[in-house]
């Protein structure tokens, strides 16, 4: 239904930080709950965060709250996980994805973008 394409990865020092981005495009896309994921090499994919369409709404697990922060400029199309204290364990692929409800289900999102690499060095 929407095609989503992140940017912002890169290559960090422990503690330091990244700003990724979601470029988003087609109909609706203020309705989607938008979630980030994120796989490390030899690991399942997993669920990071996800906010409401409205923005009023987030859903963290325990590993990133209070150093992760998700937000959305629906006049730009546009989700953002800000990620701060980042650790060597936060190095994977992360990816983009809408959903029509806050959930943690991957099968859940019905779209997905390409994946930008996030490497944290100790």
């Known amino acids: 239904q929407v095609q989503l394409v992140e940017s912002g990865g890169g290559l960090v020092q422990a503690g330091g930080s990244l700003r990724l981005s979601c470029a988003a495009s087609?109909?609706?896309?203020?309705?989607?709950?938008m979630g980030w994921f994120r796989q490390a090499p030899g690991k399942e994919r997993e669920f990071v965060v996800a906010i409401s369409g409205s923005g009023l709404r987030t859903a963290y697990p325990d590993s990133v709250k209070g150093r992760f922060t998700i937000s959305r400029d629906n006049a730009k199309n546009t989700v953002y996980l800000q990620m701060n204290s980042l650790k060597p364990e936060d190095t994977a692929v992360y990816y983009c994805?809408?959903?029509?409800?806050?959930?943690?289900?991957?099968?859940?999102?019905?779209?997905w973008g390409q994946g930008t690499q996030v490497t944290v060095s100790s």
């Open positions: 994805a809408a959903a029509r409800i806050i959930t943690a289900k991957l099968d859940q999102y019905n779209a």
């Open positions: 087609g109909r609706a896309y203020s309705s989607y709950v």
